[in-house]
């Protein structure tokens, strides 16, 4: 009962097929053979004729086109649509070539399908399948083969050769490591410490200027980076994914966290900018909650209690870089952030 | 006529073309709208190699600081890696520099979209059954290499975005357990980003993947040279044949003309429509990023786990573990290891090793076609969940909310998708045998002598029917014999509510009915089946 449907015994054990009670339907065979009307009409057969060969005309056309632009309508240089050099004469430029070219294409496509569907014979054919697995003779002579080549080489008869042989064998993968190893540095403590530094002021992004307490309004946000950090600065850019921070003010008042507003400044916090889940830089604030949401995956870091996650899947809080205002009312660090920035990692919490 | 007639004397006589072409000419391929997708896939493909080849030329993957001093004044005097300072060369200067971009960005997308639909029509119509088992894997490494070539390749501008999706990158792998700071810094040279990460993505991007995928697509097709295209279901149609049209010339001139199609629709997108324009972005730096940025969409779902999962991260001996990024990891590998697995598992259920050629229709397939619905509706929340702040601001939704829907529709809609599916082919499967029976309805009613009233109906013909009747049947095994109690349920879980295909008897007995229901309309009708109007015509 559990045969396969051709008879064979399943190798793999019970099947589940069902049997087809008195066999099943018998294959009727190949349904009658419709005809198109270019395959008796003379008239129809020519017309597809012409079709055929005026799609393959509007292709040469195509092609014209995209040569032409290529010399008339250039993002640089002379363009007929367009001033020299503009944004508009990359916009015509690209819009006249590829015209061209899709042209140029598309046609040749369309008339080799016109022609295959309406002149190629569209009569089905039948060809036989062969079973894939080998005849009986093959199989065995196959197997003979293999075993004569093993015995040849004596593998069974030499133990002393396989055993060193699969320890070369075994060996050699690791010498991959070497050449890996030297692609990059070992962690360290790099990950543990940013270019922080107590001392150091607080300068805007970008343009570098150093921030007073008195310039930070109630509610407003600054995006900053340490002020000794320069283009000049060995790693610069690596420095600066992960020094980067961004200054909040809030009103003491609404403080739910004592040392959080301890590390500030009459309420002027900052906090590391980069999201503890994978790293994106945290970079939306909204002054009504006084939340900092992460446009990444949306993680929600509430800043009035020492940027907790209140939603989303990052777990611990942003870093807070603890500040004091220097002699000329400049806001500066006291020291690094207390804990690494960005996204968590095995030994994070380890000293280092 | 000879083959000296035809020009291929010489060729024969040094490479033995004649018997080439005796093989492959003849080749026959069956037809169907649905074999397109593979196809799709493999000129896209050839067309990502051309456009990218093109773009090698001017490209320049170096992360050496510049300053920009290029046509586009919005960036003049700002400081940018050479890679982002040379595609916006390719962009603004080069003579159809930003076309071939453009062209190579959506042959990527259109590439991978092919891919996935492609594998779904493998896996609906049961393609990958025995023998084709080994190419339904090559077929997935293909697809995971596609994510592989389209994140790289994203990844080489250098803008923000593409900085962005690195740095994502970076976080996950040092969350895995123990080695993931040592593989982040080996993989970027040193800290993120350091100097060395596009160069090294542009070796793998333009040279180890294409490669790969290079040779895996050639195996791809030697194998099915080799298995010859299963067929749909279909008068004459068996297991040990195949029906449908020569690869000379009605396949060389239709396969062929349809990469040209693929090419010029590809061409005609990019002429139109602008993707990833990079200097809106702006290079990449580690500090800016702009809410709503979003990776190219196939990559998308691997984004939305990372934003459904709350976040989870515990201690152990001061050592961190970061469930908020594994458990998405591990979903991940679990759905593509069930995709890439599943071809065995139905094997293991069903025990069946005979050879199959002729596809199933999915609704024949019940629970693997809902298996595949539920698999697809994961995978699509993942990829809207990876949007869910733009599904937000469109829709004026909380994001927390719909973070939330998503959360629950995760478990909820796979189970449901998979059962409201496998009803439906189940009625599908219902409703076909009805026909088979009974014919079609010709919604022309008679009343008889008693009042009754009947319905005539058209019997199907032979062609007709086989196609409703051939399809295998399978049914639960009992645990013993050889049978585990676990194989056991999973043929129940599989066939527990099969739908028999009609058999020879069945149809019998329907016929003899329908017979003597003829027998009392013929009386009725004096044997002219025409409706009263009809009659009025003549
Ligand atoms: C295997 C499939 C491939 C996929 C899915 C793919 C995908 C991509 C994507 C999404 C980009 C970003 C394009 C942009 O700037 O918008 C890209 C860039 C690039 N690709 Fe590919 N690519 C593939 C194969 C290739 C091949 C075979 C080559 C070269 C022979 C190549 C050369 C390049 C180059 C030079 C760039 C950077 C230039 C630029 O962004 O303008 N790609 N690729
Ligand atoms: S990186 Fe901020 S939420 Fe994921």
Redesign the pocket.
């Known amino acids: 009962m559990n045969d396969n449907l051709d008879g064979s015994s399943p190798a793999r054990g019970v099947s589940a097929i069902a049997p087809k009670e008195g066999g099943g339907f018998p294959n009727p065979g190949l349904a009658p053979h419709v005809h198109r009307q270019a395959d008796s009409d003379k008239r129809a057969e020519r017309r597809a004729e012409r079709v055929v060969a005026g799609l393959f005309l509007l292709s040469v056309l195509g092609t014209a086109v995209f040569i032409a632009a290529y010399f008339l309508v250039t993002p640089t240089g002379t363009n007929i649509f367009a001033e020299e050099g503009s944004t508009r004469a990359v916009w015509w430029s690209n819009l006249i070539t590829g015209l061209g070219l899709a042209i140029a294409v598309f046609f040749i496509g369309a008339a080799a399908v016109h022609w295959a569907k309406t002149l190629m014979p569209d009569e089905e054919m039948v060809e036989e399948r062969h079973a894939l697995r080998g005849t009986d003779e093959t199989r065995q002579a196959a197997a003979a083969i293999i075993t004569e080549g093993l015995q040849e080489s004596g593998i069974g008869r030499r133990p002393l050769i396989v055993t060193t042989m699969v320890a070369a064998l075994a060996a050699l993968p690791i010498a991959v490591l070497a050449p890996l190893s030297t692609l990059g540095p070992l962690p360290g403590n790099k990950l543990h410490h940013t270019f922080w530094k107590a001392g150091m002021r607080l300068a805007r992004d970008h343009d570098g200027t150093p921030i007073r307490a008195a310039d930070v309004a109630m509610n407003s946000i600054f995006h900053v980076m340490p002020e000794d950090l320069t283009e000049e600065t060995e790693h610069f850019l690596e420095e600066r994914a992960k020094a980067a921070a961004v200054i909040v003010r809030i009103d003491p008042a609404l403080g739910k966290n004592e040392e959080s507003l301890a590390n500030g400044h009459e309420g002027i916090l900052v906090f590391s900018k980069i999201c503890t889940h994978v790293g994106c830089p945290v970079a939306l604030y909204e002054q009504q909650t006084h939340h900092m949401l992460c446009p990444c995956h949306q993680s929600t870091f509430d800043v009035t209690d020492g940027a907790k996650v209140i939603f989303g899947p990052a777990h611990r809080p942003l870093p807070q870089l603890p500040i004091e205002v220097d002699a000329e009312g400049y806001l500066v660090a006291t020291g690094d952030f207390p804990e690494p920035i960005g996204p968590s990692f095995w030994d994070i919490h380890k000293d280092k | 006529m000879k083959l000296g007639a035809v020009g291929g004397d010489w060729l024969d006589e040094r490479v033995g073309g004649g018997g080439l072409v005796k093989f492959f000419a003849r080749k026959i391929f069956p037809d169907h709208w649905s074999f397109m997708f593979g196809e799709v896939a493999l000129y896209s493909?050839v067309i990502?190699?051309i456009?990218?080849?093109f773009?090698?030329m001017f490209?320049d993957?170096s992360m050496t600081e510049v300053e920009y001093d290029g046509p586009y004044e919005a960036l003049q005097g700002m400081h940018m890696s050479r890679a982002y300072e040379s595609?916006l060369y390719?962009?603004f200067e080069v003579k159809g520099g930003l076309l071939f971009?453009?062209m190579?960005?959506w042959?990527?997308l259109v590439?991978?979209v092919a891919i996935f639909v492609h594998m779904f029509r493998v896996f609906f119509t049961g393609a990958f059954r025995k023998p084709r088992e080994l190419n339904w894997l090559v077929g997935f490494s293909l697809m995971v290499?596609?994510m592989v070539?389209?994140f790289?390749?994203?990844s080489?501008?250098d803008d923000v975005l593409s900085g962005n999706g690195l740095r994502v990158v970076d976080g996950l792998m040092k969350a895995i357990p123990i080695v993931g700071t040592y593989i982040s810094m080996l993989l970027f040279g040193g800290e993120f980003p350091g100097t060395h990460i596009i160069p090294r993505f542009?070796t793998m991007?333009?040279l180890l993947?294409?490669a790969m995928?290079l040779g895996l697509i050639a195996i791809h097709l030697v194998m099915l040279v080799a298995h010859k295209h299963a067929h749909y279901p279909g008068p004459g149609r068996t297991d040990r044949n195949v029906v449908g049209f020569p690869l000379f010339p009605v396949y060389t001139a239709k396969a062929g003309g349809f990469f040209f199609l693929v090419f010029g629709i590809i061409t005609l997108v990019s002429a139109t429509t602008a993707?990833?324009a990079?200097w809106v972005y702006g290079p990449y730096d580690p500090s800016p990023v702009s809410a709503g940025s979003q990776p190219?969409w196939y990559m998308l779902w691997t984004d939305g786990g990372l934003r459904l999962i709350p976040g989870w991260e515990f201690t152990i001996f001061g050592y961190t573990v970061s469930l908020n990024i594994l458990l998405p990891m591990v979903v991940y590998g679990g759905l593509l290891a069930f995709l890439a697995l599943y071809p065995f598992i139905e094997a293991w259920v069903t025990g069946d090793d005979r050879e199959h050629h002729v596809l199933d229709l999915p609704y024949n397939t019940p629970v693997r076609t809902g298996l595949g619905v539920a698999w697809i509706s994961v995978y699509l929340i993942l990829a809207m969940a990876a949007t869910n702040d733009l599904i937000a601001l469109k829709m004026h939704l909380s994001i927390n909310d719909l973070t939330w829907l998503f959360r629950i529709s995760i478990f909820v809609a796979p189970v449901l998708l998979f059962w409201i599916t496998k009803r439906l082919c189940l009625s599908i499967q219902r409703q076909k045998r009805n026909l088979v029976l009974h014919g079609e309805e010709t919604s022309r009613v008679v009343r008889t002598k008693t009042g009754d009233m009947l319905e005539i109906h058209e019997p199907l013909d032979e062609f007709e029917r086989w196609v409703l009747v051939q399809h295998d049947d399978f049914r639960p095994l009992k645990a013993g014999n050889g049978v585990s109690a676990l194989r056991a349920k999973a043929t129940s879980f599989f066939f527990k509510d099969r739908i028999a295909p009609v058999s020879p008897a069945e149809l019998r007995e329907a016929m003899e009915h329908a017979h003597h229901e003829k027998h009392v309309i013929d009386e009725v009708t004096d044997g002219d089946y025409r409706i009263p109007a009809e009659k009025a015509m003549h």
């Open positions: 493909f990502l190699l456009s990218g080849t773009l090698t490209f993957p595609t390719i962009s971009r453009q190579h960005h042959a990527a590439f991978m290499l596609g070539a389209g790289t390749g994203y080489l501008p542009f991007h333009i993947v294409p995928i993707i990833n990079i190219d």
